[in-house]
């Protein structure tokens, strides 16, 4: 049997080590029927899976929607402008619809933080989280922690520095709940403003210089500056952030030599990072996308198995 | 798990290894083309013997069969009763043309090995497949026979059995029926 008794995948705050692992070995063993001559096994044949994305979202909702055709789950999408959410309906009632129709695990992303949650303790079907405002956006965190352990080998003891924008990001979270709970040491950099000391409580280290944690850091990953949840300017402007946190040509000469480079997507070139940085050989964001796919496959199947708890 | 005090001992370590060299005997006199020959082991127990097979054939047969894992768990079709570890498989690249045994420790319902033809299947397209168990304890619940049989034991539904192995387990080779 496995360690994995939920239904529902809904943060990494609430897992436990021996769960993130159990997800790690999972996805592990999915991502080598992306090699196989049929890439497809039958795992969930005849499930349900809706992937309801009521913020919009085209790279997760496909990673998603793929990883459960490869399970063999029946899918339908549902976004913002075929719902009737934008008739008044409220989340709770859309759920309970999609429950009478016998879906079995719901993909959710919502702007709400808690989104997720919500639904979990008043459905059946399995829910997923897919992204919960600022909150958590947990498979992200565990495609990354998967990339850091394929190539690294285990995570324990590596020094992983975050940059960019933390404070809007439920990217960083989810990393940073993965990253300590795996035994690493997390770093985190950025403008004051999108980087508050505040973080420190999570136990992770805080820097607004990054010229002098590069050279110590095993992996870096690199956020997406996201202007839409911006309503005011967190910085001057974007010449001075990539003079003081992109990841420049210049500046990628000061890290170790086999430190990893990391980006969730969709990259800005030439803000976060130089283009041919994240063209380099170091650079993991392509492998990111496809281990994404596996770790999906992995979550789907393993909720798929669980049963609600308490 | 540790088999219960009651159990009864079925194959002690000296009768796993007869049974085994008998099994090895045949798939050698089965299969002359002993380098087109895979054993793929069903985890975790099923591994282990096809390790200890491969040995034997080795030994008797002068060539050396192709070691191979195939995880079943994505291809059963009781998600919702057990949730079993997804392990990777290890298969070869290109199974056209090769013969693939696969390798059980305890065979039963019959439904394990259906998920593991179906495995097999989404590799490629193997000329022939068989089976080999170390125990065939009925109750088939699919048209399904092993080719090698290490010990017919009947048994009752209410009945357990249980395969300890050097290695997996820890502990000596051993096999047991607990009764209810």
Redesign the interface.
Request: proline letters at 5%; hydrophobic letters at 35%; glycine letters at 4%.
């Given at each position: 049997m496995t360690t994995w008794k939920r239904k529902d995948l809904l943060s990494m705050q609430e897992l436990s080590a021996d769960e993130i692992t159990a997800v790690l070995d999972t996805s592990a063993a999915f991502k080598q029927v992306g090699s196989r001559q049929i890439k497809k096994v039958p795992a969930l044949r005849g499930k349900t899976l809706v992937n309801f994305f009521v913020e919009p979202s085209t790279r997760t909702r496909i990673s998603f929607e793929l990883a459960a055709f490869r399970l063999s789950a029946d899918v339908v999408n549902i976004s913002p402008t075929t719902s009737s959410l934008t008739k008044g309906e409220t989340l709770k009632d859309t759920a309970r619809n999609l429950q009478a129709l016998h879906a079995d695990i719901i993909v959710l992303r919502h702007q709400s933080a808690g989104a997720a949650q919500f639904l979990a303790e008043r459905l059946q079907s399995s829910i997923v989280n897919a992204g919960d405002g600022a909150h958590e956006h947990p498979t992200q965190a565990l495609l990354d922690v998967f990339t850091i352990r394929e190539r690294k080998g285990r995570i324990a003891g590596l020094h992983i520095v975050i940059i960019g924008d933390i404070l809007f990001s439920r990217v960083a979270r989810s990393n940073i709940w993965a990253l300590l709970k795996l035994g690493a040491r997390v770093t985190l950099a950025g403008p004051s403003t999108l980087v508050p000391r505040a973080f420190a409580e999570m136990g992770v280290a805080v820097s607004h210089s990054i010229d002098d944690i590069l050279p110590a850091a095993d992996v870096v990953n690199l956020l997406r500056i996201q202007h839409e949840r911006q309503q005011k300017q967190f910085f001057p402007s974007l010449g001075e952030y990539v003079h003081l946190f992109g990841l420049t040509r210049k500046r990628a000469e000061i890290l170790k030599p086999d430190c990893l480079i990391m980006h969730p997507g969709p990259i800005n070139r030439g803000i976060e990072i130089d283009s041919e940085i994240a063209d380099s050989p170091r650079s993991v964001i392509l492998d990111q996308v496809t281990n994404g796919l596996a770790v999906r496959m992995a979550v789907l199947y393993l909720c798929a198995g669980g049963k609600k708890l308490g | 798990m540790l088999p219960p005090s009651s159990s009864v001992l079925i194959l002690d370590g000296p009768a796993i290894e007869r049974a085994l060299r008998r099994i090895a005997h045949e798939i050698v006199e089965r299969n002359p083309a002993l380098q087109d020959l895979v054993l793929a082991g069903i985890p975790s127990r099923g591994v282990e013997i096809a390790r200890r097979l491969i040995s034997i054939i080795e030994q008797i047969g002068h060539a050396r069969p192709e070691f191979g894992r195939i995880?079943v768990?994505?291809?059963?079709?009781d998600?919702?009763e057990?949730?079993?570890?997804?392990?990777?498989?290890q298969l070869p690249l290109d199974l056209e043309g090769r013969t693939i045994i696969l390798v059980d420790d305890v065979f039963f319902t019959g439904r394990t090995c259906r998920a593991a033809m179906?495995?097999l299947?989404?590799?490629?397209r193997p000329r022939c497949v068989q089976l080999a168990v170390l125990v065939d304890r009925g109750h088939r619940e699919l048209p399904i026979r092993p080719d090698y049989v290490g010990k017919n034991l009947p048994t009752s539904l209410k009945e357990r059995v249980y395969v300890r192995l050097r290695g997996p387990d820890e502990a000596d080779d051993s096999v047991w029926l607990s009764k209810p």
């Open positions: - | 995880d768990s994505m291809h059963r079709d998600i919702r057990r949730l079993s570890p997804v392990e990777v498989s179906d495995a299947m989404s590799f490629g």
